[in-house]
């Protein structure tokens, strides 16, 4: 049986905390210029681009360079809606999606209302809500470990 053909080595650029929004479309480029294979966005609910028009923007910027996500919150989007936004983009992109998939990163509490309205979940992934007076907010980003900030402009 012979040997399958070695795979070459890929390099992937993480494009996260830019210092303007501005950055991601020459940062693609340079990437793409110096044989970076893949580069990827995050999906966190902090100062970072939203991943779908993130990841468009740095296609669109470039010709051969794949794009693609770390991992995309489950949580965050209905499948059929990520289904949608990922054929679309891997479409106009001539096929260089790489798409990740996953939990992304749990909150300490999420609220009550977010998970029912998902559906079924675990008590783990969706404790009860604090109770009425008690010290603890409820939603927002700061609950995720992430301070709230906004894009610089």
Not at 96 to 113: D, F, I, K, V
Not at 116 to 133: A, K, L, Q, V, Y
């Amino acid at each position: 049986m012979a040997s399958p053909r070695p795979r070459p080595f890929r390099f992937t650029l993480q494009a996260s905390h830019l210092g303007h929004p501005d950055e991601l479309r020459p940062l693609a480029r340079r990437a793409e210029d110096v044989g970076v294979a893949t580069l990827t966005v995050a999906d966190h609910m902090d100062d970072q681009l939203a991943p779908f028009a993130a990841l468009m923007a740095a296609a669109d910027a470039t010709t051969t360079l794949r794009v693609g996500t770390m991992v995309l919150a489950n949580d965050y989007r209905h499948p059929a809606v990520l289904a949608k936004e990922a054929a679309t983009i891997d479409v106009l992109s001539g096929g260089r999606l790489e798409l990740g998939l996953g939990a992304g990163w749990r909150c300490r509490a999420p609220t009550r209302s977010w998970c029912t309205s998902r559906g079924t979940r675990s008590p783990t992934t969706c404790p009860e809500p604090p109770r009425r007076g008690s010290a603890r907010r409820s939603g927002g980003p700061e609950r995720c470990g992430a301070p709230p900030q906004r894009m610089r402009p």
